[in-house]
């Protein structure tokens, strides 16, 4: 029996459990277009498996905004949903600041000046995004140039995160793992799988009895890795199935 085998089995067997996951990359391909990405059809049965459990809840945490990740994700409750990197819930989130918003109009303005069809900026209500993945399928090397440009950008000392053809400015200090360290404390155990590198303050967080899964093969804190998405959607099956008859 492998060390994940293992693993599942402790999760499978736990009092009350809690799956969180990432979208893209973890559950659903990275695609050029994001409004085109889909969960995988083997994953998104193991969450609905999994959420009409007892005592079993399954989260989608993202990058997306709320709105956007509704779009592309077709299961809502008792899937709990939350977007831009944790301060979007359906409960709301904080308000911004007048400083907040000047901070977001000047990065989204500048970015805009970067941005090179099919270069994009996405305006998320905590962040604005550069995407350079549709122009990187064409062009990878101006793709790395728009990124660097991005990145030089003076933050003033906010968070600015790159991921996978992308750099992202907050204007709030909030992360996947200070949402998920709030939370899964209403759980005995927790599932947390993420291929990216806002992944990686959840991975984090987890503590004993936890498991983190890295997806792909980024650096990563989680002691465990799949390579593939379509190989997260089988370890998702087994769970399911392996809850299911405890």
Known sequence: MTTLDLALRTLAEAESLLVCLDFDGTISEIVPDPAAARAHPAALAAIRDLSALPRTQVAVLSGRHLDGLRSVFPLGDPV?????????????????????????????ATLADIAEPPASV??????????????????????????????????GGRPVIAGRNVVEFSALETT??????????????????????????ALAVLGQGDVGIKVGPKPSVAPLRVSTVAEMAGVLTDLAAARAGR
């Not at 819930?89 to 400083?99: C, E, R, S, V, Y």
């Not at 905590?126 to 399928?137: D, G, N, P, S, T």
């Open 80 to 108: 709990v949903l939350v977007g831009s990197h944790g301060a979007e819930t359906t409960a709301g989130g904080p308000q911004l600041t007048p400083d907040d918003r000047a901070f977001l109009h000047r990065i989204e």
């Open 122 to 155: 996405e305006v998320k209500p905590y962040q604005r995004v550069l995407h350079v993945a549709a122009l990187a399928e064409t062009d990878p090397g101006r793709a790395e140039s728009l990124l660097r440009r991005a990145l030089a950008i003076d933050a």
């Open 176 to 201: 996947k793992g200070s949402w998920l360290a709030g939370y899964k404390q209403g759980f005995s155990a927790t599932l947390m799988a993420g291929d990216d590198t806002t992944d990686e303050t």
